[in-house]
């Protein structure tokens, strides 16, 4: 069997005409006699509202109840585009995680696939139906139903691709690929044909949202192709993929950045083995993804300034964790949530000197104070301001 899997994203099925139009492009690849597994997303906005429900009953919601009410946004819109392809004449219908079932191990709300069952999608496939399977959800070893993180259809559609052997997997969204920058924000970005997974990794999790940071671990692992292009129209998209497929090495593939994150400093820190350790270990405990952490040791030497990033969303418990964590002492928090991070990535720049000092020049020009600085091998810079 040809397996082709589609995913649309909340924008792609964000209203009735873009879901006939969802079905118009599906049709085109049974045309090409394809065997089309689809993966949706909610229509946009349907899962931000989710959560605004969730907040309004309590801050602290029970995490197996929250996922139940955040992964229902995606029944809607897979029904509505099996609904629509049963209504231009083919068999297709809808399946939510339990019911496939697809499997998911770790945390409520930051779950991952960890195993589909293939059996009844490939008998209506054999049978030339269009199953239509609901991303975002999944069911865990008690039965419960579970998410795998905000964007997260992108990372069932690479599992679903995984399981099937597919030969392809699109990723329909509403820009062209994926650009040197959000395309939306600087109109001078530019469409990047290919890229590497760990390229993408980085550009996704400083900041790109085209693509879950997750999703491209799964197809790197997985050694997944990914095209991403776009539903409302017929350019040629990006292919995301191993490193050796890749003919130009740019020394800077993109620009990655987010306005989301929040700065903690905390100064006069007791400065002993194991410090650290102390403070991170309640985050970890509570899921918060701590991001940069720069420590400086003061000129007593007794004492650190220790400073780490973190999303905003988790700035209020974060300062709660560490106001009442007995294990470590300090004279101060500092906190700053109106920080953005700017990262340049490229492979390239492993054996390019001078990417640094052309960064910072360009800062400096514009008169943009540098906060915090860190580095890996392939994602030269990142700094709050
Ligand atoms: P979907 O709903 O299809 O999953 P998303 O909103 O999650 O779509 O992701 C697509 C958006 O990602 C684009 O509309 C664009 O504004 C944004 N984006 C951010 N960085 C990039 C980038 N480097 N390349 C392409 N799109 C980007
Ligand atoms: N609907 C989910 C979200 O908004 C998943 C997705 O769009 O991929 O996060
Ligand atoms: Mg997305």
Known sequence: MKIVVLKFGGTSVGSISRIKNVARIIISHIKKKYKVIVISSAMSGETNKLVKLTRQISNNFTPSEYDSVVAAGEQISCSLIAGRLNEEGYLSRSWLAWQVPILTAGKYSYSRIVNINKNNITKYLKKGGIPVLAGFQGINSENRITTIGRGGSDASAIMVAKFFKAEKCIIYTDVDGVFSTDPKLAPKAKQIKQISYEEMLEMSSLGAKVMQPHSIQDARLNRVDIEVRSSFNNKPGSLITKKKNISTKNIIRGVSFSKN?????????????????????????????????????????????????????????????????????????????????????????????????????????????????????????????
């Open 261 to 385: 994150d929040s700065k903690i400093t905390l100064v006069g820190v007791k400065d002993r083995p194991g410090v650290a350790a102390a403070i991170f270990e309640p985050l970890y405990k509570n899921s918060i993804n701590v991001d940069m952490v720069v420590q400086n040791i003061s000129s007593s030497k007794k004492e650190t300034d220790l400073t780490f990033t973190i999303k905003n969303d988790d700035l209020i418990k974060s300062e709660k964790l560490i106001k009442k964590n007995k294990k470590i002492k300090f004279k101060k928090i500092i906190i700053d949530d109106k920080v953005s991070k700017v990262s340049i990535v490229g492979v390239g720049m492993i054996t390019t000197p001078g990417v640094t000092f052309r960064m910072f020049n360009a800062l400096a020009k514009r008169n943009i104070n540098i906060q915090v600085i860190s580095t890996s091998e392939i994602k030269n810079i990142s700094f709050d301001r």
